[in-house]
């Protein structure tokens, strides 16, 4: 089992820049290929971004060059660095590690671009 908490959500206005923390444990972190998604109002759940054991990275086009995914392994963190936000970022963020079926998932923090 792998048990999983964001935290780093809240209300910014549109061009700022937020950065959401996943903490993991119960398995080797290193190891793990880590995911956020995010889900928005009446929308289906969304892959964002990835980074692979190595630290390849892999991002949805509506964010690339605007998000980077990162990891800690010393932490047993990943990140999600988000700039220039657009409205149309708002939604719930969630860390994943397995993919969207058979995966492990956070709670998920609310994301909202408003001015």
């Known amino acids: 089992q792998v048990q999983l908490v964001e935290s780093g959500g809240g209300l910014v206005q549109p061009g700022g820049s937020l950065r959401l923390s996943c903490v993991a444990s119960g398995r080797i972190f290193s190891a793990l290929v880590m995911n956020w998604y995010r889900q928005a109002p009446g929308k289906q759940r969304e892959l964002v971004a990835t980074?692979?054991?190595?630290?390849?990275?892999n991002y949805a086009d509506s964010v690339k060059g605007r998000f980077t995914i990162s990891r800690d392994n010393a932490k047993n963190t990943v990140y999600l660095q988000m700039n220039s936000l657009k409205p149309e970022d708002t939604a719930v963020y969630y860390c994943?590690?397995?993919?969207?079926?058979?995966?492990?998932w956070g709670q998920g923090t609310q994301v909202t671009v408003s001015s």
């Open positions: 980074i692979t054991s190595g630290s390849t990275t």
């Open positions: 994943n590690t397995g993919g969207l079926v058979y995966g492990h």
